[in-house]
């Protein structure tokens, strides 16, 4: 999409690969192996039932990991680092043994989240940062985008708007790396409702979407002035339809696959107009000469 002014086309892949969500929820492989349960057992018993937090040596777990910072009895409680056998690493503040609070989560992969924990679950506002360069700025919630948010990626494109769920829903703003952009409704992740598609050659589609395909009640312009108003099914023009020719003519009628099919009125320039059947963009047979 975005290349040429006839059809939209591969805009579900070009949407569903440039967003691409966290694959795994940060806490699933760390943060629930780690619960501080051994703690619990190999933990003095004066230490367990200190009530004021404290920092202390360093703890090492039974699975390799190792916690550095402060605690409250035998629970981790402030700030603290927290360090998994295979590089992975939390930084941040702990609440009744899980991330809490403000707190940076690095993957081994080069991959970083910073900004707000609870229970061990990115939620509230933070920056997930991807190490081939894609970005989402916004807000999460149990660890999916949520909410208000930005995503940018390697190659200049960039959406900003609402998600849900981890996925693009409510009103938001795409902008591809050749400068054509749409600007409307979301759902699932794909353009669903009403919105503006702008290609970057000029032409423009103001009405309905669904999944990523204009469909139903639109309008399409072109740069040298030609405009299409009508129904859409698919990406193509179907149903009733008027089509306004750049010098002047007029077309009105049906529409199939694009093209038009079926009976329609062409009307010239001086007023006069031509009734008749259309067979696949050509017209087959008059019924009407004024």
Sequence with gaps: MGQHCSDCSNVENEITLESRQVTEPISYRYFTKSE???????????LKNRKEREKRFTFDFDDGSKYIGEWVGNKRDGYGVMEWKDGTKYEGYWKNNKANGQGRFLHIDGDYYEGQFLNNLCSGYGIYQYSNGHRYEGNWKDDKFEGFGKEFWPDGSYYIGYYVNGE???????????GSSYDGDWFNNKMNGFG??????????????LDNNMQGQGEYQWPDGKKYCGNYENDKKNGFGVFLYNDG????GQ??????HGEGIIYEQDGSYKKGEWREGKLINYMEVN
């Design 36 to 46: 501080a349960q051994y703690a619990l057992f190999n933990t003095a018993d004066e």
């Design 168 to 178: 693009k829903n409510g009103k938001g703003k795409y902008i591809w790396a050749d």
């Design 196 to 209: 503006i598609y702008k290609w970057n050659n000029g032409c423009i589609y103001k009405g309905e979407w």
């Design 249 to 252: 003519r007029k077309y009105e």
């Design 255 to 260: 529409w199939f696959d694009g093209k038009q």
